[in-house]
DNA sequence: GATGGTGCTTCCATCTACTGGAAGGTCAAG
DNA sequence: CTTGACCTTCCAGTAGATGGAAGCACCATC
């Protein structure tokens, strides 16, 4: 299978997976004429890869991940670590978000919108943090 | 005032306020020693920046709203616009990130997490989308 | 066999917002 | 005069792709 193909079974743009092959996430195989040659054990690593990232995991998670995936012999405490530890990264990442959504939103409610100048977006912003 | 202070002051690493006059958001004098001086109006406007970096808005929004600031013929419905946009991103990407926290989380709480093989969360990336 | 269109290849540059580090000049204290 | 804390510039690297150029490969048609 080319490229074109598996781009689109798997849903993932050619340059990303050759972005893929070139961090050594997966290796495909070349035909006489250069082409690279997907095998289904590329494409089942393709969709591992495009899960695991759409779960925000870091192209290291996914590269311990898979490792673990093909170690018959892993423990699951290695598999959960590393989700806990990247489930706590997104709570982290949540509250802060939540927090940045808070004080916007407030402040747009504030704002008239209008044409005039006064604007309490820009006077909060230009706040001195010491006062 | 030297970089050394300002960075005390306003919080931001002195490497980001050098970043911050090579992309043009600032323009400190220099000494007749090559050494940058910071007015007031500098520390005013790397406290907006920061405090803006702060709410998420990216580095050519605060650039914007900057310019906005320093107009004194603004509209405020421009301001508005750009942190409606800015609230919009963020609505955008806390529902996705919490899209993930609920998924990574059920998986992870069905994880043993013991030293067998068995890992739910390893089942769940390898699925094939198509089922 | 020439041509055209699509698909494949590599390589290099670009994006965001910094951050790290090297090599070297400056300044105040002791 | 030396030491140490500052300051300077410049270059490289981070994450995870993405865009584009230049150039083969392949297939269908005329």
Redesign the pocket.
Known sequence: M??????RRSG?????I????DIGLIT?L???????TFRDSDLHKLAF?GRA?ALG??????RNLMTLYEDQSRASADVKRIASDHLEKIDAKLAELQQMRATLANLVSCCAGDNRPDCPILADLATDPEH
């Open positions: 080319n490229i074109g193909d598996v781009a993932l743009p050619a340059k990303t050759r972005y893929y092959e495909p070349r035909s006489a004429n250069g082409y690279r890869l990232r995991f870091s192209i290291e998670d996914c």
